[in-house]
């Protein structure tokens, strides 16, 4: 069982930064990819940034040029650091996982994706 903790979030001005942090409690964190979700009052929950257990990385199109995604595999840690905020930020970010598919067929894993509490990004002038 895959247990993630967010947190960073709250209240910022528009322009302002926020890096929110997403610990794991798997000790093989380092072969699962990772990732952020977000979900705004009366919208499903939409990708905001990806990164694979290799490196690669991939952001929704509204934060590209904004967001960074990182992780620190000795820290069991992914990070989305948020520059940039603007009021359409707004809403409750989800550290996502991705099990790899061998650990659900072995039986290691019962889920292929894991999601965290959530924590609330505000953004308000």
């Known amino acids: 069982q895959v247990q993630l903790v967010e947190s960073g979030g709250g209240l910022v001005q528009p322009g302002g930064s926020l890096r929110l942090s997403c610990g794991a409690s798997?000790?093989?964190?380092?072969?699962?990819?990772m990732g952020w979700y977000c979900q705004a009052p009366g919208k499903q929950r939409e990708l905001v940034a990806l990164?694979?257990?290799?490196?690669?990385?991939m952001y929704a199109n509204s934060v590209k040029g904004r967001f960074t995604i990182s992780r620190d595999n000795a820290k069991n840690t992914v990070y989305l650091q948020m520059n940039s905020l603007k009021p359409e930020d707004t809403a409750v970010y989800y550290c996502?996982?991705?099990?790899?598919?061998?650990?659900?067929?072995?039986?290691?894993?019962?889920?292929?994706?894991?999601w965290g509490q959530g924590t609330q990004v505000t953004v308000s002038s």
């Open positions: 996502y996982a991705k099990v790899p598919p061998i650990m659900v067929a072995t039986g290691e894993e019962y889920e292929y994706d894991y």
């Open positions: 798997e000790r093989i964190f380092s072969i699962y990819d």
């Open positions: 990164i694979s257990s290799g490196g690669s990385i």
